[in-house]
């Protein structure tokens, strides 16, 4: 018997599958949904804040002592410099802006992420760094896209997507000239690597040799 010539049929119907539970894994991937969440508050960004007054770059790849950080959004504007790390997160969300982990939990699954709040530190240290600027006019803000709630009082830089520009337009002290902020602008462009895929994966390896690094000057126990 011809096996092929038996299962040919079945084969033909069933082509779609395998392209089907692909694309139902992405879907699911976390980079997917990630990736969600910045487009939704680019869009944002871009859709509630006058272009006259805010100007916002994406996906920034900056240089660091220690390798390079990774940047979800910047905005730029004459009172003040703006850093977003955004967190697509669903379920419970418990932890204090002082807390180095936080805490998700989805009914009974209960996991652990880094602190955004100190992940971002970084990224504002270095925009600081780069553009030669103080803490006072460059702000860190930690932005929630999904379902995800806190379950107690949210610190005050981090926000839901409904807050992310009232957060924004909460400072209204002119603290850059125009052209200021042009200058910070072509510094940010000339400096960050090209957004690829190369330049990504090369982000990816620096944070996983950085995070070796990190467990194994830990003490035992810690």
Known sequence: MDLLAVFSPLLKMLWWLIPFLIFVQVLRSAWFKGWVGETLVKWVLHSQLPNDLYTTLHNITLTTPDGTTQIDHVVLSPFGIFVIETKHLQGW????????????????????FQNPLRQNYKHTQTIEAMLGLDSTTVHSLVVFTGNGKFKKAMPDNVVYVS?????????????????????????????????????????????????????????KGG
């Open 93 to 112: 969300i418990f932890g204090g802006e002082k807390d180095a982990k936080w805490t998700q939990k989805i009914f009974k699954h209960v996991s652990t």
């Open 163 to 219: 807050g992310c520009t009232p957060f924004i337009k909460g400072f209204q002290q002119n603290v850059f000239s125009r052209v200021e902020i042009n200058t910070f602008i072509q510094t940010l462009q000339e400096g960050r690597l090209a957004p690829s895929i190369s330049t990504h994966h090369q982000h990816v390896k620096n944070l996983n040799a950085r995070r070796s690094i990190d467990n194994n000057n830990c003490p």
